[in-house]
Nanobody
């Protein structure tokens, strides 16, 4: 019902910046929340940031607060993740996710999301 395609990943030095984009297509009118997760080698997939499409409210993981900013462009049906002050520990595959419906607070668990992109690699060198 909803297709998500990530882009913008790459290699960057510590302290640098990168902007990821997630383009949505399909039945996007029914999507309530869109966000980003990441998974580093040997680790579980973890929540990074998400935004409630209609209201614009956001939620961030503590590890990225003050460094990452999530935003959305309704006309382009695209969600962005601006990543500043990148650290080597930010290295991971970043996945875009979308949820048709969530509760009062934006979810941080994988099972709270219904659709997933294929991921884009972000590598931060030291």
């Amino acid at each position: 019902q909803v297709q998500l395609v990530e882009s913008g990943g790459g290699l960057v030095q510590a302290g640098g910046s990168l902007r990821l984009a997630c383009a949505a297509s399909g039945r996007t009118s029914g999507t309530e929340v869109m966000g980003w997760f990441r998974q580093a080698p040997g680790k579980e997939r973890e929540f990074v940031a998400a935004i409630r499409w209609s209201y614009g409210s956001t939620r961030y993981a503590d590890s990225v607060k003050g460094r990452f900013t999530i935003s959305r462009d309704g006309a382009k049906k695209t969600v962005y993740l601006q990543m500043n002050s990148l650290k080597p520990e930010d290295t991971a595959v970043y996945y875009c996710a979308a949820a048709a419906r969530q509760g009062l607070r934006i979810g941080v668990r994988e099972e709270e999301y219904d659709y997933w992109g294929q991921g884009t690699q972000v590598t931060v060198s030291s």
